[in-house]
Nanobody
Framework: QVQLVESGGGLVQPGGSLRLSCAAS????????MAWYRQAPGKQREFVAI???????QYADSVKSRFTISRDNAKKSVFLQMNSLKAEDTAVYYC???????????????WGQGTQVTVSS
């Protein structure tokens, strides 16, 4: 099985920065696209950023110019550098990836457990 373990969340003042990390572990697998989503209380989970295996990135309009997604394929990890944080960024952040099993050849979607980000004065 594959697990995505997130870290780096916390409390920060508006205008501050945080760096989220997500590492994949488990049985032998290959990693496809990796992404970050977030969900605030009472709201649907929304897309934040995505990065392909080749390094191509896309961002939600709400975070463009402020957030940067990156990955380390050797460590099977994805990161989200968040700068100029706003109160509206407060949410639980989840990493997401699609992996291919070396055993079955099938593709499987996996979600991290989520890490809380709170932006408040």
């Amino acid at each position: 099985q594959v697990q995505l373990v997130e870290s780096g969340g916390g409390l920060v003042q508006p205008g501050g920065s945080l760096r989220l990390s997500c590492a994949a572990s488990g049985s032998t697998f290959s990693i496809g696209n990796m992404a970050w989503y977030r969900q605030a209380p009472g709201k649907q989970r929304e897309f934040v950023a995505i990065i392909s295996g080749g390094g191509s990135t896309q961002y939600a309009d709400s975070v463009k110019s402020r957030f940067t997604i990156s990955r380390d394929n050797a460590k099977k990890s994805v990161f989200l550098q968040m700068n100029s944080l706003k109160a509206e960024d407060t949410a639980v952040y989840y990493c997401y990836t699609v992996v291919r099993s070396s055993t079955t050849g099938g593709w499987y979607a996996h979600w991290g457990q989520g890490t809380q980000v709170t932006v408040s004065s």
